[in-house]
């Protein structure tokens, strides 16, 4: 199995690390591998909820190709209401 090791560690996120260790009953290095993987999840959750969200704007035709008015019009259109 692979070693990381990781140098600098800021005390404050040391002893948070120590403290969520111990309340999940986990060492150290077994808390750091749940929370990392945790977050690489949430990174790949994320990258693939911003695709599906990029896909439905390009199926509703808001994409780049249409033209929007200018911030001027808009305010003219509002201001003759």
Do not use: C, N, W
Request: hydrophobic residues 40%.
């Amino acid at each position: 199995m692979p070693l990381l090791q990781v140098r600098d560690v800021p005390e404050e996120l040391y002893e948070k690390l120590t403290r969520v260790a111990a309340a999940e009953h986990r060492s150290i290095a077994q808390e750091t591998i749940v929370l990392l993987k945790k977050a690489l999840d949430l990174t790949h959750e994320r990258q693939e909820r911003r695709r599906r969200v990029l896909d439905e704007i390009k199926f509703a035709g808001l994409g780049k190709d249409r033209i929007f008015p200018s911030a001027a019009e808009l305010i003219r259109e509002d201001r003759d209401r």
